[in-house]
């Protein structure tokens, strides 16, 4: 699929490049605006290449970078798992992230109302850093901005830890919601307020797996990249980054299983309260057709059309008849009350 953009014209010989970043030696961005993206300059610390997957072009601009085959792979591969692996001369992956939608100007926070998740496919070189993804994503865009309005970066593992800390801070938001959610169908249940609390409760069990899924991934892979690699190998700043994150990670996950447990305990005592007053409706209709069954025989018995008939010639039958119904009904509540079956309400 080639998909052209001003980018093709901007940055000469790199095809699918959607912007690129100089930073200095002391960390500060300045935006590119044209021209090689490699091309040494003054002052260069490192650079920052973001690419559009969905340009068939960016493969051949890849290619040119001075990168590893299997950062290379990575960047142009459609995997939509986590992978973080360590080389000698740097680090390449996926990270996970949510779609940035452009229309309207302000990011959805609930994660029911985002536009779903995205992928950050990444290789860190010697004085390099390339992304590259297929949907625009939410935390790529944001810490783009801020770098290019000023704030300092001094390392491309940074840039990484400044990305993922970002789509963490929107998972804790949303996570936020739910629980405030979650409090406000507890009082309802609490206050056998019963309406739609079991629709809300599965929706929101919904969206926090949503949530739970891209958290699990992301801190298996990080602890997994931590225990492979020793604190002590060598000063390599991707190290403590996993680390930290990896941390920030198992609180944001310990948080949404809480959570979890919460709406499911919920959602178990929502089904046992809606089950008891269902047993009490069943119990009311049953009570009440025992009490009609006798007096429905009475009346069934003095309805038939034959000789013989108790009361048939009396004056006072039709009243007899009913006394001997109510009595009848009168009969078995006293019976089911003897058994046990009765209560009182």
């Avoid at 690129?20 to 300045?30: H, I, K, Q």
């Avoid at 006798?294 to 309805?303: A, E, I, K």
């Amino acid at each position: 699929m080639l998909v052209r953009s001003d980018a093709d014209v901007l940055f000469d010989g790199f095809p699918g490049l959607l912007w690129a970043v100089r930073f200095d030696a002391e960390g500060r961005a300045t935006p590119m605006e044209a021209g090689d993206p490699m091309e040494p300059g003054a002052g260069d610390g490192w650079r920052w290449l973001h690419f559009n997957q969905s340009d068939a072009r960016s493969a051949q601009s890849i290619a040119r970078l001075p990168l590893p085959e299997d950062a290379r792979e990575t960047l142009l591969s459609h995997d939509t798992h986590v992978i973080l692996q360590r080389q000698e001369d740097g680090a390449y992956g996926v990270f996970v992230d949510w779609e940035h939608r452009r229309a309207g100007g302000k990011a959805p926070r609930a994660p029911g109302h985002h536009d779903g998740l995205g992928w950050l496919h990444f290789a860190i070189g010697d004085g390099l850093l390339v992304t590259a993804r297929r949907q625009p994503l939410r935390s790529v865009e944001t810490v783009r901005r801020q770098l290019c309005a000023g704030e300092r970066c001094s390392h491309p593992a940074r840039v990484l830890e400044a990305i993922a800390e970002h789509f963490a801070d929107a998972v804790e938001r949303a996570t936020d919601d739910l629980s405030e959610s979650l409090d406000r169908i507890e009082d309802r249940v609490l206050a056998d307020a019963i309406g739609d609390e079991r629709r809300d409760l599965a929706s929101l069990r919904h969206q926090s797996v949503r949530l739970h899924r891209p958290l699990t991934a992301m801190r298996r892979v990080l602890k997994q990249f931590e225990q492979r690699h020793a604190p002590d190998e060598d000063e390599d700043e991707l190290l403590p980054v996993a680390s930290r994150l990896g941390q920030r990670f198992d609180d944001l996950d310990g948080d949404v299983s809480t959570l979890q447990e919460r709406a499911r305990l919920l959602q178990d005592e929502v089904a046992a309260k809606l089950a008891e007053r269902t047993n009490t409706h069943l119990y009311v209709l049953s009570m009440i057709t025992a009490l009609l069954l006798p007096p429905s025989l009475v009346v069934g018995v003095f309805g038939m059309n034959l000789h013989g008939l108790p009361f048939a010639d009396h004056r006072a039958g039709a009243s007899a008849a009913l006394v001997l119904g109510l009595l009848s009904s009168l009969a078995v509540y006293l019976i089911l009350r003897r058994l046990g079956v009765s209560r009182s309400t």
